[in-house]
């Protein structure tokens, strides 16, 4: 079998919408699963799960779930699929920036002279399926077009590779045998084929090509030249990747400025992490706030060069922000902020060429990097609101924003004074302590203009052993907690 002199490969997620929501719903899996879209007015089946097999891709919702009367319908998430491609055309950028994206879970790459780089086209063909999650189950299919490169990833086992002979009648004969609805026409033009008895490749490349186009016209002479495993469309690049987002919940509403620059600074501290973004620059960033009372708040700077430091990015936003609007608004938000995202775009090409291993000492240091990056992140103190009077919320520990000195909540007795401790019991076993003496005693409450309001009633404690503690009392709910002030 000789391998086609100019190759050209098909990267396939086969069901990527399904494997999508499965991995953001794995209570469902197993289940039959229909991904449906076109609007409320006339859904048809987008995707489906192997359980769901009755459903047929590209017809109306209605007649699905009326074979698949156990299935489950989610609206496609568009967004999210877009997001994962994206994701997925990051991590074959790693490998070879000749890609085109096709409908969702299909990439094409033109692998002329490319194998050269690896030590050969085995170990080529393995580092793009390794470029992507086993999660996505990758195939991987090799032909001398993209149709028939195509073909060969979906006869290709989930994780593997299949190679078409460069031969054109060889690969006419390997295409025979598959069925007509596995080419790229409309789901009514599939339905007539079979009317007319023609159910395989094999039977429509045995047709003439004049009758099938006087009967479907252009459309079926594209699909009998195809049929044939004939297709001369290039592989046309796409700009490599379009954005990189991450996402931040705040531990509470916040209206401040030095909690707000602190969650930037936490988001990017990730961003940068993201393989993405390696060795390539920005010229874009958008952020985008929640707001408690309801709405969003928007941030963004578009630069004349691109950033590819993570801290040059963050003076950028953080000085953008200070700097007052053309007509002296200010730039921050107006209320409580209880959800931050970054979004960078206008990604440039990388500028380094890669080694022709699989894992290089190149990409261990970097991996190692980006280990000693996130273990640095993990034990570092944020600012959050330092100068507040709830001790929780002053700082925060990495890029997660975990608050410090959390209460926790504590057994009290009182005595004669129902609103004073008596005996404390630490550890919630029993063990009461008896309070010798109250050292201090203060209320606080929140600014009154806060969604939620705090009320609680704070008490320094001697204990009998001589061990110091303070505790307060929430004012609303009568609960006892401990808190390191």
């Not at 950028?316 to 938000?333: C, E, F, K, T, V």
């Not at 700082?395 to 057994?411: S, T």
């Amino acid at each position: 079998m000789h391998s086609p002199e100019n190759p050209i490969g098909c990267l396939l997620v086969t069901h990527l919408p399904a494997k999508a929501e499965l991995r953001r719903h794995p209570e469902l899996e197993g289940r039959p699963l229909i991904i449906c879209d076109g609007g409320a007015g006339r859904p048809r089946v987008l995707d489906r799960t192997p359980q769901a097999g009755e459903a047929r891709i590209g017809e109306p919702l209605e007649a699905a779930l009326s074979r698949c009367k156990d299935a489950v319908a989610l609206w496609a998430d568009t967004e999210h699929y877009e997001e994962v491609s994206n994701d997925l055309l990051a991590a074959l950028a790693e490998v070879t920036d000749r890609i085109e994206p096709g409908e969702p879970g299909t990439f094409h790459l033109d692998l002329t002279g490319v194998a050269r780089l690896y030590g050969g086209p085995d170990n080529l063909h393995q580092t793009l399926l390794a470029a992507c999650d086993s999660h996505w189950r990758p195939r991987l299919g090799v032909a001398a077009g993209k149709f028939p490169a195509r073909c060969a990833a979906l006869q290709a086992e989930a994780g593997g590779v299949q190679c078409l002979p460069g031969e054109r009648k060889a690969v006419r004969r390997q295409l025979a045998p598959l069925p007509v609805g596995r080419l790229p026409v409309p789901l009514e033009m599939v339905d007539r084929l079979r009317i007319f008895g023609i159910h395989t490749f094999g039977e429509l490349a045995r047709q003439s090509a004049g009758a099938v186009e006087a009967q479907f016209g252009p459309a079926g002479r594209r699909a009998w030249e195809l049929a044939r495993g004939m297709d001369r469309e290039p592989v046309v690049p796409a700009t490599l990747p379009v954005s990189v987002q991450e996402q931040l919940d705040f531990p509470f509403p916040s209206d401040s400025v030095t909690m707000l620059e602190s969650g930037l600074q936490a988001l990017s501290q990730r961003i940068w992490q993201r393989r993405e973004l390696h060795n390539r620059g920005v010229r874009r960033a958008i952020v985008r706030g929640s707001l408690a009372e309801g709405g969003t708040w928007h941030f963004e700077r578009t630069l004349n060069t691109a950033v590819s430091d993570g801290d040059e990015m963050l003076r950028i936003l953080r000085s953008g922000l200070a700097a007052r609007s053309p007509d002296g608004a200010s730039r921050y938000p107006v209320g409580e902020l209880e959800h931050l995202t970054l979004t960078l775009s206008g990604l440039s090409r990388r500028t380094v060429g890669r080694q022709h291993i699989l894992w290089g000492d190149t990409d261990k240091v970097q991996a190692q990097t980006r280990l000693a990056g996130r273990l640095a992140g993990a034990g570092r103190l944020i600012p959050l609101e330092p100068e507040s009077r709830l001790p929780e919320r002053r700082w925060a520990l990495g890029e997660e924003l975990n608050p410090l000195n959390m209460p926790r909540p504590v057994a009290v007795e009182s005595g004669s004074r129902p609103s004073l401790p008596h005996r404390v019991d630490l550890a919630g076993k029993g063990r009461w302590q008896r309070v010798v003496r109250i050292l201090d005693l203060w209320e606080v409450e929140t600014e009154w203009w806060r969604r939620e309001q705090v009320r609680r009633r704070y008490c320094r404690l001697e204990l009998d052993p001589g061990k110091r503690i303070t505790v307060f009392r929430d004012l609303e709910s009568g609960d006892w907690f401990q808190q390191d002030y």
